[in-house]
């Protein structure tokens, strides 16, 4: 899907994100995902919340562990942008012990979901224990 004139990149991705698949896909949790991102990238935050909600509910149903877990930090990253510090608390404290248990230290959402908890002083005062 080409890009019209004028029309902004995430935008663009927003729009034809979950166009080349169907919804009953069991990848249609990766194009919520990438809605979502592109909402975020808007500053559309109830967009990015709704679509990072329906991907979460789409992997929960697949019970792949590790995306389950991106997919909560990524949801409580944006609850934390919204001012929602309780159920972005419980997001995290549900992914990181995943999260640390799947991947090195080194691996790029672990890192960020992990300088996400130190913003969220409930998650982070539970330590890495």
Same mark, same amino acid.
């Given at each position: ?11 663009? %991705?927003?729009?034809?994100? %979950? ?20 909402a975020r990238m808007e500053g559309d935050l109830v967009a990015a919340e709704r679509d990072q909600r329906e991907a ?5 149903a697949a019970s792949n562990t590790f995306e389950l877990a991106v997919t909560r930090y990524e949801l409580a990253a944006?609850?934390? &942008? ?14 990181? #012990?995943?999260?640390? &248990? ?18 969220? #002083?409930?998650?982070?005062? &539970?330590?890495? %224990?």
């Open positions: 899907m080409p890009v019209k004139a004028g029309v902004s990149w995430p935008k663009h %991705g927003r729009a034809c994100s %979950g166009a080349a698949y169907p919804k009953r896909t069991r990848n249609w949790h990766t194009c919520c995902a990438m809605r979502a991102a592109f979460l509910r789409r992997l929960e944006l609850l934390l &942008q919204q001012g929602k510090l309780r159920e972005s608390a419980g997001l995290l404290a549900q992914a990181l #012990p995943v999260m640390r &248990q799947a991947v090195l230290p080194e691996q790029v959402s672990l890192k960020a979901a992990e300088a996400l908890a130190v913003r969220v #002083p409930s998650v982070h005062d &539970q330590g890495k %224990g």
